[in-house]
């Protein structure tokens, strides 16, 4: 059982899209009852301070749209970029991620020219998307939450971003920089955004809550290799 505990431990890490850590003594401070074991299993799924530079080869951005209430249409954006900053100080950790709107994939060039169109992202006018946040709190397990600003299609809202760290690269070679891996969700409503107008009635009736799902995968590389 204890073995088991730990590995869940592990394994819940934290993110991202913005991560922030303390000092493995920070860790066990936190919870003194916590036994040696538990104590080293914490500090390690913590990535180390550091500003850390997001791959767009090896992260995406998914998304879950709500079609016709029941329906669930899915896809990705293939351009992201960004930096996430790891700090001591829950505060200063940060987010800034930007999305290149017009790389959205659907797998069908005819919805993703709708979803480009002016009825949706407007991507002539609202070519990027971006997410800036800044300073995290531990939320249930080893997950983390950050309340940053998403900007899309020429508006902001606060969206809450739900993060877990997945852990460090071990075969990373010496005077390659360390690379760290993240995930990250939040929800929202397409309509906050003014997108979509058509979908609130035909598609989305008196559905009240968020009728988009994001999940975000993240490779990100420190600034300084490793020794």
């Known amino acids: 059982m204890i073995f088991k505990r730990l590995f869940n431990l592990f394994a819940m890490g934290v993110l991202l899209f913005t991560i922030c850590v303390a000092p493995s003594t920070k860790v066990a401070a936190a919870d003194p009852s916590a036994q040696p074991a538990q104590k080293i299993a914490v500090a390690q799924a913590l990535p180390a301070p550091g500003t ?20 669930l ?28 709107v017009s790389s959205i994939n659907t797998q069908i060039s005819e919805r993703d020219e709708d979803l480009r169109s002016p009825v949706y992202f407007d991507v002539k006018r609202f070519p990027t998307m971006t997410y800036h946040g800044r ?31 997945n852990g460090a690269f071990s075969d990373v070679k010496p005077g390659r920089p360390a690379r760290m891996a993240f995930h ?44």
């Open 52 to 71: 850390y530079k997001i791959d767009p080869d090896h992260s995406f951005a998914y998304f879950g749209a709500r079609h016709h209430v029941v329906g």
């Open 73 to 100: 249409v899915r896809g990705r954006f293939d351009k992201v970029a960004g930096t996430i900053t790891a700090s001591q100080d829950l505060a200063a950790c940060s987010v800034d991620v930007a999305i290149d």
């Open 135 to 165: 300073g995290i709190r531990r939320v249930a397990g080893g997950s983390w939450m950050m309340d940053g600003s998403l900007t899309m299609h020429g508006v902001t809202r606060v969206v809450p971003l739900t993060f877990t760290f």
């Open 184 to 227: 990250g969700s939040a929800g929202l409503k397409r309509a906050d955004f003014g997108m979509g107008a058509r979908d609130n009635l035909e598609e989305l009736g008196g559905l009240m809550t968020t009728d988009v799902e994001i999940e975000i995968d993240v490779e990100a590389d420190a600034n300084s290799p490793t020794q």
